[in-house]
């Protein structure tokens, strides 16, 4: 059964730090890129960062760069997103997806996703 499972998220405070995990099964991982995407309330989902199935690409929305870091080990079929500085404006549900490798230059836009994690929640607040 094919599934991405996200862990991790929470309640941080401003200027504190999260780790979110993805891990998959069900297909074969090292040939997907992999994306974490964030939908705050009343939004749309948007790309936040995204790593190609080698982990050799990595792409960053501008409003995280500098403080988000995405990893992935092939070997625990697992994506990381290590979230540092956070604000307020972070708060959101965070989906990991995954899409084939060949479709790396789209991995920010929701379209073309292959797979959809359930999402996890991060609230940044005081």
């Known amino acids: 059964q094919l599934q991405l499972v996200e862990s991790g998220g929470g309640l941080v405070q401003p200027g504190g730090s999260l780790r979110l995990s993805c891990t998959a099964s069900g297909f074969t991982f090292r040939d997907y890129s992999i994306g974490w995407f964030g939908q705050a309330p009343g939004k749309e989902r948007e790309g936040v960062s995204c790593?190609?199935?080698?982990?050799?690409?990595?792409v960053y929305a501008d409003s995280v760069k500098g403080r988000f870091t995405i990893s992935r080990d092939n070997a625990k079929n697992t994506v990381y997103l290590q979230m540092n500085s956070l604000k307020p404006e972070d708060t959101a549900i965070y989906y990991c997806?995954?899409?084939?490798?060949?479709?790396?230059?789209?991995?920010?836009?929701?379209?073309?996703?292959?797979?959809w994690g359930q999402g996890t929640q991060v609230t940044v607040s005081s």
């Open positions: 997806a995954a899409r084939p490798s060949i479709l790396f230059s789209q991995c920010l836009l929701p379209k073309t996703v292959s797979y």
């Open positions: 790593i190609s199935g080698t982990g050799g690409r990595i």
